[in-house]
C-alpha cells in the first residue's frame, strides 16, 4: 500500500508534529531521570550523615579510652552520642530539603515506576 500523495507544506507540518511530540516525551522522560537522580543523591547525604556520626563518635570514644584508660566507657558513650548527632543532623538534613520543596510552591515530583526491570 502506498500512501496517499500530500504537498509539501502538509508533510512539513505532519514532520514538525511529530517532531514537537517526539521532543516532548524525551524531556519529560529526562525530567523523571533528573528527579530521581536527585533523590537518589538527597538519601545518599542522609545516609552518610547518620554512618559518619556514629564513626566519628566511636573514633572520640576509642580516643577518650586510649589516652584516660576507660576501657569500655569511652566507646559506648561516643557512640551512643555519636548516634543521637547523626540522627540530629539527618533530621535536620530532611527539615531542610522539605522547606527547599515547600519554598518553590510546586508538588515534588515523583519518580515513575520502571517496567523495564521487571522480567516478564
Not at 523523571?32 to 556520626?53: F, K, N, P, T
Not at 576507660?70 to 540530629?88: D, N, R
Request: hydrophobic fraction near 45%; proline fraction near 5%.
Amino acid at each position: 500500500m502506498s500512501l496517499p500523495p500530500e504537498s509539501r507544506e502538509e508533510a512539513i507540518a505532519r514532520l514538525n508534529r511529530s517532531a514537537s511530540d517526539l521532543e516532548a516525551r524525551t524531556t519529560s522522560q529526562i525530567s523523571h531521570e533528573v528527579a530521581g537522580h536527585a533523590a537518589a543523591s538527597q538519601a545518599w547525604r542522609i545516609l552518610a550523615d547518620l554512618i559518619g556520626g556514629v564513626l566519628v563518635g566511636l573514633a572520640i570514644g576509642f580516643g577518650i579510652d586510649h589516652f584516660a584508660g576507660t576501657a569500655p566507657v569511652g566507646i559506648i558513650s561516643g557512640i551512643l552520642l555519636g548516634f543521637a548527632l547523626s540522627v540530629w543532623m539527618a533530621w535536620r538534613t530532611a527539615q531542610r530539603l522539605m522547606a527547599e520543596a515547600k519554598q518553590s510552591g510546586e508538588p515534588p515530583k515523583s519518580v515513575p515506576f520502571d517496567d523495564e526491570d521487571e522480567g516478564a
